[in-house]
């Protein structure tokens, strides 16, 4: 009987991925990590095996998300450095309070917080005006927000500048599919991609008219809600789990919102 097995790539072809994927030549990341152009070569062409601190230093310099360091620890052959802690671990408890306070502070306006793949951890109450008129099937764990936002069946009808926020969410999965390779954001993407919000509405390549892209919402009562979205990661994170987690915020984008929330 014979086996076939799949060979993993290297630590070199992958540091060499990842370099490409921040389109930085080797001169460019040889400057800023401090390392020779001759032996970051070496190490991509499998010619010089890095040392642990090398291949930790490059990942820092090439923005190399925690999870993904580790698999190049291992592919340089050394035990993986950064641990991956549930939420609901003891040792989290100061994350969940931490979470829970900025979105508690953030009400009368909606704030959630979301994992790398978009999936919603959790959210405060003002997160009940966006979701009205959402199918249950959409919010059964685990919920997806992009799903969510631009399923038939979710925000989409209520969305007024709906092919504007799709093709601004679209453009931002796209992104992240070809910085981090992620194939389940991958399969997400040509999913969303088959709603045709984008193709739908004519305002998809327009200008918006204020700073930002607002999310034009239909409250339900011949108005309108506008918001501003923003995004807050934690910077000094050594945990895979607390890397990967995100808070978006949603600001009011005139004043009327403002007001009508506050009286809320």
Avoid: K
Avoid at 7 to 27: E, I, M, N, T, Y
Avoid at 36 to 55: A, N, Q
Avoid at 71 to 81: H, I, K, N
Avoid at 191 to 199: K, N
């Amino acid at each position: 009987m014979s086996t076939t097995t799949t060979a993993r790539p290297g630590v070199g072809p992958l540091l060499r991925d990842w370099r490409r994927r921040r389109r930085l030549s080797q001169l460019d990341l040889s400057i800023e990590s401090g390392i020779s152009t001759r032996h970051l070569s070496f190490v991509e062409t499998g010619r010089s095996v890095p040392s642990r601190d090398m291949v930790l230093r490059l990942a820092e310099h090439l923005g190399v998300p925690l999870r993904e360091r580790n698999r190049l620890l291992l592919a340089a052959g050394y035990a993986p450095v950064y641990r991956e802690s549930g939420l609901d671990e003891p040792e989290m408890a100061s994350v969940r309070e931490a979470l829970r306070a900025v979105l508690a502070a953030h009400e009368p306006y909606p704030a959630v917080v979301l994992t790398q793949q978009w999936e919603l951890v959790e959210g405060n109450a003002a997160v009940s005006l966006l979701i009205e008129g959402v199918t249950e099937e959409l919010l059964r764990p685990p919920v997806n927000a992009l799903r969510l936002t631009l399923h038939p069946d979710g925000m989409a009808p209520r969305i007024r500048n709906l092919g504007q926020w799709s093709t601004h969410l679209l453009d931002r999965l796209t992104r992240q599919v070809a910085i981090g390779g992620d194939p389940v954001l991958g399969s997400l993407l040509e999913e969303l991609r088959s709603y045709g919000a984008a193709r739908d509405e004519g305002a998809a390549g327009d200008a918006a008219p204020g700073p930002a892209v607002p999310l034009l919402l239909d409250d339900g009562a011949g108005g309108t809600f506008a918001f501003y979205s923003v995004f807050a990661t934690f910077g000094t994170a050594v945990d895979i789990t607390l890397d990967e987690l995100a808070i978006e915020t949603f600001l009011p984008a005139d004043t009327a919102t403002m007001e009508r929330l506050h009286r809320r």
